[in-house]
């Protein structure tokens, strides 16, 4: 399995970024797909989270703000509004099977 993600950027506090991964290989939609981050200095967080036809999963941090999605089995989005500078950080996605697969991550930078 291979993921690439894609979207991230400079932007200001409040606007809004969309990011997305591709999954290569063998990724089915009954397997969870995520999202995690890492601030600089900081372990790597869970975002949010989907699998299957179960309701999406998020952080606290980030409810009512984000919003995951899955397109077809092997294409992840993730819509980032309102952001705040504290979301600054790598977004990886990930999906896990047998074993939890890492993208090589995308950077997200808030600030004005």
């Known amino acids: 399995v291979q993921l690439v993600e894609s979207g991230g950027g400079l932007v200001q506090p409040g606007g809004s970024l969309r990011l997305s991964c591709v999954g290569e290989?063998?990724?089915?939609?009954?397997?969870?797909m995520a999202w995690y981050r890492q601030g600089s200095g900081s372990e790597r967080e869970f975002v949010a989270s989907?699998?299957?036809?179960?309701?999406p999963k998020y952080a606290e941090s980030v409810k009512d703000r984000f919003t995951i999605s899955r397109d077809n089995p092997k294409t992840l989005f993730l819509q980032m509004n309102s952001l705040k500078p504290e979301d600054t950080a790598v977004y990886y996605c990930?999906?896990?099977?047998?074993?939890?697969?890492w993208g090589q991550g995308t950077q997200v930078t808030v600030s004005s």
């Open positions: 290989g063998s990724v089915f939609r009954s397997f969870t």
């Open positions: 990930s999906y896990t099977d047998y074993k939890q697969w």
């Open positions: 989907i699998t299957g036809r179960e309701a």
